[in-house]
């Protein structure tokens, strides 16, 4: 018996494909997908959706490309490569909507896009484009995107241009040369993770839309799961997949909490939960100064036990003597210690800001608040490392002010060696 028979299932119901069919409408998901076709019914200039890598920006699109409302009365031009000139963009785009040009000149190219758009509206179709990954693209191609967002009518916009992307775009759209494409965005959206509630209803969700079988999953399982994927979906989808897996082996239809223990092992990106490593470094640490302190106390008394004795007379007067007492050995002050999850290593490790803009946090978490703003090219000290289940790592760094948080590896580059004395402030 196979393993979808076993449980009873049409098909694997934990796939990681953006597939529309398992668009789970939560919270803020729904809220998402209400904006994007509010911004295209009333004609809004643009709209912009964010949320952190496997929040499912590439299901909610593929869930607004898949609707039948909006297939005969709008022409998309989808974006997926962002990476790409001013120039190559707007060819990418009249490609995308089979609009000939006779030459590549810009001004050619603008005009004939111009009249398309008024074409079109005169039949009231929409002309939509859609950049994902779009915190890629260059400065100058988003300022493009500005520019022809000014393509309008004195009643109505003619075209809508919709950004989705990771939270790095918005911080990218509050810099200077960018202050004008911000102020155009009308509407926008974040992905929020699930919370426990809407990771248990998720996970149910996903099953009915599978065949629902006779697989269950337990809530300690569940709460075990959105724990360590911190409710995104794309972690949820791994290990409750990884999770059934060793359900069937264990030919059990119950999905248990053992099972998810056994499934994280087994997923190269997630390690054990953070407080429960946390856990054994400090007894793993405590252990350590126990054993150092009992070996200093045997190296001291067999010193004081082994004096060689010259003659009869040092051996009377050894008899008479009173042995002094060991030298005090000063109390480990363990707050000096490498703290829980700290390599020792990286004491030695620095790095340097090499993203146009970054933030420490108070958290390893792009959601958590920003301590302090650092440009690029300051140097840091590494005082602590930690890599989240996704696979992305943060560093722990202090500044010269004596502020501590956190950045992301993306925004900086490592380097050997210390940090000079007189650093600059961040």
């Known amino acids: 018996m196979d393993y979808l028979e076993f449980f009873d299932l049409k098909e694997n119901p934990f796939r990681l494909t953006p597939d529309p069919f398992y668009f789970y409408p939560s919270g803020s998901h729904n809220e998402a997908l209400s904006s994007f076709n509010y911004i295209v019914e009333q004609k809004e200039g643009f709209f912009m959706c964010t949320g952190e890598p ?49 030459n590549t000149n810009k001004n050619e190219i603008i005009r004939a896009f111009r009249d398309f758009l008024i074409e079109n509206s005169m039949f009231g179709r929409r002309i939509i484009i859609i950049v994902d990954e779009a915190q890629n693209l260059p400065d100058e191609t988003l300022e493009e995107l500005r520019l022809l967002s000014n393509l309008e009518t004195e009643k109505e916009k003619l075209l809508q241009i919709v950004l989705i992307g990771q939270p790095e775009l918005r911080s990218r759209l509050f810099s200077e040369n960018l202050k004008q494409l911000n102020q155009r965005i009308t509407v926008r959206t974040t992905l929020m993770p699930l919370t426990i509630n809407e990771a248990s209803d998720y996970i149910n969700y996903r099953l009915v839309k599978a065949g629902k079988g006779n697989v269950v999953f337990e809530d300690r399982a569940k709460r075990f799961i959105h724990k360590l994927s911190k409710g995104i979906p794309r972690l949820i989808n791994l290990i409750c997949s990884r999770a059934m897996m060793a359900a069937y082996l264990d030919m059990s239809r119950q999905v248990k909490k053992r099972h998810v223990e056994y499934a994280i092992r087994h997923i190269s990106d997630v390690a054990m939960p953070v407080v429960k490593r946390r856990k054994v470094l400090k007894a793993s640490l405590l252990a350590a100064l126990l054993i150092t302190a009992f070996a200093i106390a045997i190296i001291m008394n067999y010193d004081l036990h082994i004096t060689p004795v010259a003659d009869s007379t040092h051996r009377a007067d050894r008899q008479d003597a009173v042995v002094k007492e060991p030298p005090k050995v000063d109390a480990v002050n363990t707050d000096k210690l490498p703290g829980p999850g700290i390599d020792i290593t990286a004491r030695q490790k620095t790095l340097i800001v090499v993203a146009d803009t970054a933030n420490l946090r108070t958290e390893p978490s792009i959601n958590a608040e920003t301590v302090t703003p650092a440009s690029k090219g300051k140097v840091f000290e590494i005082t602590d490392e930690f890599t989240e289940i996704g696979g992305r790592k943060w560093y722990k760094v202090k500044t010269s002010e004596g502020k501590e948080g956190w950045i992301a590896d993306k925004a900086v580059r490592l380097e050997q060696g210390t940090v000079p004395e007189l650093r600059a402030k961040p």
């Open 54 to 102: 496997g929040t499912g920006k590439t299901t909610l699109l593929n869930t607004f490309l898949n609707t039948d409302r909006w297939k005969d009365r709008a022409g998309i031009a989808l974006v997926l490569t962002p990476r790409l000139s001013p120039e190559e963009f707007l060819l990418t785009v009249l490609e995308d909507l089979n609009v000939k040009v006779k």
